[in-house]
């Protein structure tokens, strides 16, 4: 059989068809609008049925040249003569349903942990595996995580596929399952990459099965996976990226304002790095005021740094958490040093159970101070022993997908978005989307206040659309990635001109000026 296209693998399901049309009607309606591979997957259907709807779709793939699977019946498929069979792990064993179909069929099975693609590579008679379920799903009820894995999941599937197909002779191919839709499937194919791995297509059902529109739906899918957003190909110090771009507008048209409580070191600084980006800095500790600032304006987020905590602070910190949680307005947490001490962590922990943050932005150990508050959480291995932190720099290190998974854990159990900083910065939020933005310069580590301004900056991009037209944790994240590229990318270039501390610092803040003025 040829290089088969997995791109757009439509799974069928004839429960779900709108009242406007039919099953035939939908799956045709997906093969000539740009599926690449069909499988019929019918569940309770007798197999007199089965054959003739086979017969049926059979005819239109052929028509297209596109490969038909089978769902589980290899009878069926035999009978029909079709291109291949789909089996799960509850069906006939790959190794047997290989001797029934001989060498050339294809041949599918589904996965839903790294140990079952285990067998699947050790057998080595699969030609591709389905991989699930990446989201939660209503068209499969019986799902081994009916959360879904997240990308992470899938992630650590592919890592064995990995292992296998970079020695093998035979690469086995791989699709990801499980609610995919438009919104999603750019990031499922480009978060599921495990160095040079990645998932070959997605497989969807009810995004194509139950739409009004099939052939738009197949045809939106199709422009999706097949343009994926420029933040999605890795991020690194382009400043000629197109979301970038829109955020950087969104920040001159709406000049937005970011309230600070944030420590007395890093004041002055972070204040500077505001105006240059071209937002307004407030920085008021005065609780009587709160409500006007975050009912009145409508473009504004609050940041708050617990660089210098004290009592009085505290209560400060949680009024306005509070205050800006009832109007919407995005909150950025900064955890200075939480992992530090005892009392430090204390005041994390009662922040995070005060009210809810959009972004908790922290170095690696800050965040692994983070994880230990909701879980029993330990360190792996790789991390340092003892304390992650001394003073308020990290010295914890983790390999990238532990730092991913810790990055995930805390986005899920606070719903936030998590950033973590350092020579490479990870972005994540708690659907396990992730973006790698390359860190600025090493200069940036001599200048007090260069990871508290990159809170003020986050909060800036977030407080552009703050009025409410820009919600959505996918905006969230969408944001965080556009300061994070503009921070990195004015500290990057700053270091083309100036190598020490001081000449490094204004020209910093001259090219964080330019940066969101040159647009
Ligand atoms: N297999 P939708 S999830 C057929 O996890 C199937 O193995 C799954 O449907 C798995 O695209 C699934 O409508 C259904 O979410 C996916
Ligand atoms: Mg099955």
Redesign the pocket.
């Known amino acids: 059989m040829a290089q088969v296209d997995y791109s757009l693998y439509l799974?069928t399901?004839s429960t779900?068809i709108p009242e406007s049309s039919t099953f035939l009607k939908q799956v045709e309606a997906a093969i000539e609008n740009g599926a690449t591979l069909v499988q019929l997957?019918e569940k309770s259907i007798s197999t007199l049925d089965f054959v003739d709807r086979a017969k049926q779709v059979h005819e239109l793939t052929k028509k297209k040249g596109i490969p038909l699977i089978i769902n589980d019946r290899i009878d069926v498929a035999l009978a029909i003569d079709a291109e291949g069979v789909h089996i799960?792990q509850d069906d006939m064993p790959a190794t047997l349903a290989r001797k029934l179909l001989g060498p050339n069929k294809i041949l599918g099975v589904?996965?839903?942990t790294p140990e079952e693609v285990k067998v699947v590579v050790t057998e080595s008679v699969a030609d591709y595996v389905?991989?699930?379920?990446?989201?939660q799903?209503?068209?499969?009820k019986d799902?081994?995580?009916p959360e879904g894995t997240g990308p992470l999941g899938i992630r650590k599937m592919l890592r064995v596929l990995g292992d296998y197909n970079s020695t093998a002779t035979r690469q086995i191919r791989s699709v990801a399952?499980?609610?995919?839709?438009h919104s999603n499937a750019d990031k499922v194919l480009t978060q599921c990459q495990v160095g040079s791995h990645k998932l070959d297509g997605v497989?969807?059902?009810?995004?194509i099965?139950?739409a009004e529109d099939a052939a738009k739906a197949t045809r939106d899918l199709l422009h999706v996976i097949k343009n994926p957003p420029a933040w999605t190909r890795g991020v690194s110090h382009g400043t000629n990226n197109a979301v970038l771009r829109t955020k950087v507008i969104e920040l001159a048209e709406e000049k937005p304002l970011v309230h600070h409580i944030t420590n007395n070191v890093v004041k002055n600084f972070s204040a500077n790095v505001t105006l240059a980006i071209g937002a307004s800095p407030i920085m008021s500790e005065l609780p009587e005021e709160f409500e006007e600032f975050a009912s009145g304006i409508p473009n504004i987020a609050l940041v708050l740094n617990l660089g210098t905590p004290s009592e009085s602070l505290m209560k400060i910190f949680k009024h306005a958490l509070q205050v800006y949680n009832k109007y919407g307005k995005h909150v950025v947490f900064d955890p200075v040093a939480c992992g530090a001490s005892k009392a430090r962590l204390q005041c994390t922990k009662a922040l995070l159970n005060a009210g809810q943050m959009s972004v908790i932005k922290g170095n690696l150990g800050e965040i692994m101070a983070i994880r230990k508050l909701s879980s029993t959480y330990t360190p792996p291995a790789s991390s340092s022993n003892g304390g992650d932190m001394r003073g308020v720099d990290s010295i914890a290190k983790l390999t990238e997908p532990e730092i991913l998974s810790l990055a995930y854990e805390v986005a899920r159990d606070f719903q936030a978005v998590v950033v973590i900083t350092g020579e490479m910065n990870y972005v994540v939020d708690a659907y396990g989307s992730s973006v790698r933005v390359k860190g600025g310069n090493r200069l940036m580590g001599y200048i007090t206040g260069t990871g508290c301004s990159l809170g003020s900056t986050i909060a800036a991009f977030l407080a552009a659309k703050a009025d409410g037209s820009g919600d959505g944790d996918f905006y969230i994240f969408d944001a965080v990635v556009g300061a994070l590229e503009v921070y990195n990318s004015a500290g990057y270039d700053a270091a083309q001109h100036a190598s020490t501390p001081g000449s490094f610092m204004t020209q910093f803040i001259d090219n964080l000026y330019e940066h969101t003025s040159t647009y």
């Open positions: 799974v399901d779900m997957r799960g589904t996965c839903s389905g991989l699930g379920t990446v989201y799903t209503n068209t499969k799902v081994t995580d399952i499980g609610g995919i839709n497989a969807i059902v009810s995004c099965m139950a």
